[in-house]
């Protein structure tokens, strides 16, 4: 018995605390996955714009999934659902990883159905974590989807490959572990009111579901198919626009145009920090991929540093709690670690072709030179977050509809965080090179100047054909030298919109508290209007 007791309550407090585990690792699977990226665009024939559509598709599912859920709530116990969801994150996630031949749509499939199940686990765990680990379930969101690369990165290169494929299993055999936590029925998991359940609240979730696909499509194939030269790009446009006034039309019968009118500060600030948040994970597998060149190992170290920002701003924002200026704050520490990032870029010796010749590949600031930089910018996304989970609303149904909507509009700042990305590359990629090599300007001189620098280089070393050599070598280094500069412009562009948010709030706080002034009055008690 002695030995039986510590094993029964070891069971027990770990039943106990699975809705947090669910939750942890439905959060893993949002960005877990982005570190393989490379190798699978590779596999598939992809280009990035293509690759990262199955992201995105992931975050805008993960949103409707989210939706459906709360609409369906009263319907069904919150661990219904989240079993529901647990099943649907590792369907999705096996199919991705186990038909590797797939076609596209097939692969995209996959990523909706893990969407949705994600989306279930994340509206239906909170509410069955205990009081004690309350504030860990809302710290999950801050935190993981930085550490997740990591994890899964270290995961996949420990199965003794580094193919693509990996990261899709690890995270379905993940769900299937949290699935098996969730086999015992627990009392406080058995609560429904279908009374509180009208079918009339499901009629917005086709409009919102069709809104989201256009949107996904103009991000991923706008600029592929060229914009309005295309008959399905406009159509995708019309379709989106239009689906977005019928969505709200029906929503605003309910609550949802109703707390945002009265949350939209807190909501512009989520929907940013998501965005930042989910942009500075994914980036980094395209930069370490294409630019540094690390394997699916190395790569999550680039993204590592923006974890611990995040775990320090939770760690000095709890005593913070009160301080209503934390997200202000929090933007300016962001903008200031874009602009270090921005300094930095534009600062390394990334034009020197010598470069090619002594380290076989382009110089480019790497863990150690962007850590301090990524550390301010998680730091900065962290208090964002914190500042926005500890404000609160004028009453308790407002303050429950904005808990909900956070995680919302989080999931679609990521999303089109995606769709940035990929046409930051497509488009920034034509406009940097025709700078760096236009014939019309000075660039031409300066790129035939270092390519007679590298052929005298190149015949110094013994090279078999110089000239033609060089002329490669200096390709590439103007290719390498226009993709440096599309990640510089990022970080200007974020370090500018952090900037101008925080002045914005900063103003917006100004007038709130001017018009909340009393005014002088006179001695027959009116007011001395100015």
Request: proline letters at 4%; one cysteine or more.
């Amino acid at each position: 018995m002695r030995i039986l007791n510590p094993l029964l309550w070891g069971c027990e407090t770990i039943l106990h605390g699975r809705a947090l585990a669910a939750l942890a690792i439905a959060w893993v699977t949002t960005a877990g996955h982005t570190m393989n990226f490379k190798e699978m665009d590779g596999a598939m024939g992809w280009i990035s714009a293509q690759g990262y559509s199955l992201h995105s598709a992931l975050l805008l599912s993960i949103a409707f999934g989210f939706i459906l859920a709360k609409k369906v709530g009263p319907l069904f116990s919150p661990l219904f659902l989240t079993r529901l969801g647990l099943i649907g994150l590792a369907v999705g996630s096996f199919i991705n990883g186990g038909l590797i031949h797939a076609p596209y749509s097939i692969c995209i499939a996959g990523r909706i159905i893990a969407g949705l199940g994600t989306g279930l686990v994340l509206f239906s765990s909170p509410s069955m974590i205990p009081p004690y680990l309350k504030n860990q379930g809302a710290w999950a969101g801050i935190v993981i989807p930085a550490f997740a690369p990591g994890i899964v990165g270290t995961a996949t290169f420990m199965y003794g490959w580094s193919n693509w494929e990996g990261g899709f299993l690890f995270e379905g055999a993940l769900a299937v572990l949290a699935l098996l936590l969730f086999i015992p029925d627990l009392e406080h998991a058995q609560s429904t009111n279908p009374s509180d359940f009208s079918w009339y609240s499901l009629i917005d979730l086709p409009f919102f579901a069709s809104f989201l696909c256009g949107i996904w499509y103009l991000m991923h194939w706008g600029q592929l198919n060229g914009w309005w030269e295309s008959n399905r790009v406009f159509l995708a446009a019309v379709c989106a626009t239009f689906s977005l006034g019928l969505f709200l039309f029906f929503a605003s019968t309910g609550q949802v145009v109703l707390a945002f009118k009265n949350l939209w500060p807190r909501l512009t600030l989520v929907f940013y920090a998501g965005l930042v948040q989910y942009f500075n994970v994914s980036d980094m597998g395209v930069y370490g991929g294409i630019i540094v060149n690390f394997n699916v190992l190395q790569r999550p170290w680039l993204v590592w540093s923006i974890s611990f920002g995040g775990a320090a701003a939770l760690a000095t924002g709890q005593f913070l709690h009160s301080f209503r200026s934390l997200p202000i704050f929090g933007l300016l520490i962001l903008s200031l670690g874009m602009h270090l990032a921005h300094e930095r870029t534009m600062g390394w010796n990334y034009w020197d072709p010598l470069n090619q010749v002594e380290f076989n590949w382009f110089a480019a600031p790497q863990h150690w030179q962007l850590a301090i930089p990524r550390f301010l910018m998680g730091f900065g996304v962290g208090w964002i977050l914190l500042g926005m989970q500890n404000a609160t609303s004028g009453s308790d149904e407002l303050e429950k509809q904005s808990k909900q909507q956070l995680v919302l509009f989080q999931f679609l700042g990521g999303a089109i965080s995606i769709g940035i990305l990929v046409n930051y590359l497509l488009i920034g990629h034509q406009y940097q090179y025709s700078f760096t090599a236009d014939r019309g300007f000075i660039q031409q001189s300066i790129v035939e100047e270092y390519r007679g620098i590298l052929e005298s280089e190149l015949k110094t070393q013994g090279f078999i054909d110089p000239s033609r050599g060089s002329h490669s070598m200096m390709y590439k280094s103007v290719n390498y030298e226009a993709d440096n500069l599309i990640f510089a412009h990022i970080y200007k562009m974020f370090s500018l919109t952090s900037l101008a948010l925080a002045l914005l709030f900063i103003f917006i706080n100004m007038v709130k508290k001017m018009v909340a002034m009393p005014y002088p009055t006179s001695l027959d008690g009116k007011k001395n209007l100015p």
